[in-house]
């Protein structure tokens, strides 16, 4: 097609994905390692969830529990998850979003580029 002339350009492309994929890699891990923290009624529920918004902890205060009102205590949880769910949504665009401005028309079809 362009002999000789085209070829380090590619490279050069090829150079900025794979630094780009890398960045995104790491960028995931971290997410996965991080905690954000949601509450409701004042702290009487809080979760805990991961960067990509797995719950992994849940702790409820003694007082939130009325065996006469378990509903209230339910709607306790969700809005607890909620806010931390809220949380981890900020925090992926906090730590992706620099990432994946950059991708334009790649739209995270990175994992396979050769090399990888």
Do not use: W, Y
Request: net charge negative.
């Amino acid at each position: 097609m362009f002999p000789g002339g085209g070829q380090p350009d590619m490279q050069q492309l090829l150079k900025q994905a794979q630094k780009m994929q890398q960045d995104l890699l790491a960028a995931q891990e971290e997410l996965a390692n991080a905690r954000v923290k949601g509450s409701a009624g004042g702290g009487l529920v809080t979760a805990t969830v991961t960067g990509t918004g797995e719950l992994v902890g849940l702790e409820i205060d003694p007082k939130a529990v009325d065996p006469e009102d378990t509903e209230t205590l339910a709607d306790l949880i969700l809005a607890a998850v909620r806010d931390a769910t809220r949380a981890a949504s900020e925090l992926q665009a906090k730590t992706m979003g620099p990432l994946t401005q950059g991708l334009g028309g790649l739209g995270g079809g990175l994992p396979g580029l050769p090399g990888h």
